[in-house]
């Protein structure tokens, strides 16, 4: 991963104390010059709010802030990225007080940052982080350690031979390459008789339903299936349900599915027995207590850590009812 480095010219001119040796994606605490979070704009560019993990980091992002007494201006990013790249220079028109995003394609939105830094417009990046441009706050997930839970998962499940599907998120996203990366090695590694067998669905259910179909149709004897996102596991359950393949746990011929995010579907589809576990993220330890908090401790002043990282951990049967698990808020 690219590390940018802001200079000291560059730092005064965003309003940001002097740091030496300042990294925007280096572990490290960074502070800005004395503030009030009070009355200060954020234009917030979303990832798309198509999917229930990103309606509940924008819920958590959008709660902190009333707190602070931020304005926050929400834009739905709708999984486009070219929408995005649009959107991220419309932003900067408004001239807002800090910019956040939530990049689809970041290497798409280089032009957009740098124009915001050309703004001096601070700039906030959630999972995505883009190869150029400056931004002075980073939250991600830990995908690679995801996508190895789900490996270790599933190949648990299946007795470590077979054949797998992975469905999979958008090929210029960083958090669909690094859980590809963290599930195939890991499979490789640790089950080497396990056949990965990957599909590019774009984070999309009605693409993984096509797909899957395709896919079981051509061999019927996969064995299961490991999904980037909850969302998709939708179109998963309905092929699998078409050609009568949708057999409940502990029967012989049924499928084991694994996905990832912890949505509030994902934990119903696994107490039902339609999806077998979900490896959890957090979306509002990312959002509200992750990236707002960055923003707000910039407002004021405030030391904060520009880098920071979220942990899977593993739903299942077991589980799937701990007030842990975000999946289960407000139930």
Do not use: C
Not at 22 to 43: M, Q, R, W, Y
Not at 310 to 325: A, F, G, H, Q, S
């Amino acid at each position: 991963m690219t590390t940018h480095t802001l200079t000291r010219r560059r730092l005064a001119s965003l309003g940001v104390a002097t740091v030496l040796g300042f990294s925007v994606l280096g572990a490290g605490l960074v502070s800005a010059a004395e503030g009030d979070a009070k009355g200060k704009t954020v234009e917030y560019i979303t990832f798309g709010l198509q999917f229930e993990y990103q309606v509940a980091m924008v819920e958590g992002v959008k709660k902190r802030a009333e707190e602070a007494g931020i304005t926050l201006n929400v834009i739905d990013g709708k999984g486009d990225p070219n929408l995005q790249v649009t959107q991220v220079l419309d932003a900067v028109t408004k001239q807002p007080d800090a910019l956040l995003i939530n990049p689809v394609d970041a290497t798409l939105l280089v032009a957009g940052v740098k124009r915001a830094n050309e703004a001096n417009i601070p700039v906030f990046i959630m999972e995505n982080p883009p190869p150029e441009g400056e931004y002075l706050g980073f939250v991600d997930f830990d995908n690679e350690a995801g996508g190895a839970m789900g490996a270790d998962a599933l190949g648990d499940m299946i007795g470590g031979e077979g054949a797998v599907l992975e469905t999979r998120g958008s090929i210029g996203s960083a958090q669909a390459q690094a859980r590809h990366k963290g599930f195939n090695d890991e499979m490789a590694s640790k089950y080497p008789n396990v056949e990965v067998r990957s599909l590019n669905t774009e984070w999309v259910a009605d693409n993984a339903y096509k797909m899957v179909l395709d896919a079981f149709t051509q061999d019927p004897n996969i064995k299961g299936v490991f999904s980037h996102n909850d969302e998709m596991v939708r179109g998963v359950v309905s092929a699998l349900r078409q050609i009568g393949k949708l057999v409940p746990p502990g029967e012989e011929g049924h499928v084991f599915i694994v996905g990832l995010d912890g949505t509030p579907l994902a934990l119903d589809r696994i107490r039902e027995g339609t999806q077998d576990a979900t490896v959890a993220q957090d979306p509002y330890a990312m959002g509200g207590g992750g990236i707002l908090e960055q923003i707000i401790a910039y407002f004021e002043g405030k030391e904060y850590d520009n880098n920071m990282q979220t942990k899977p951990y593993l739903i299942t049967v077991e589980n799937v009812d701990d007030e842990r698990n975000w999946g289960n808020f407000g139930k």
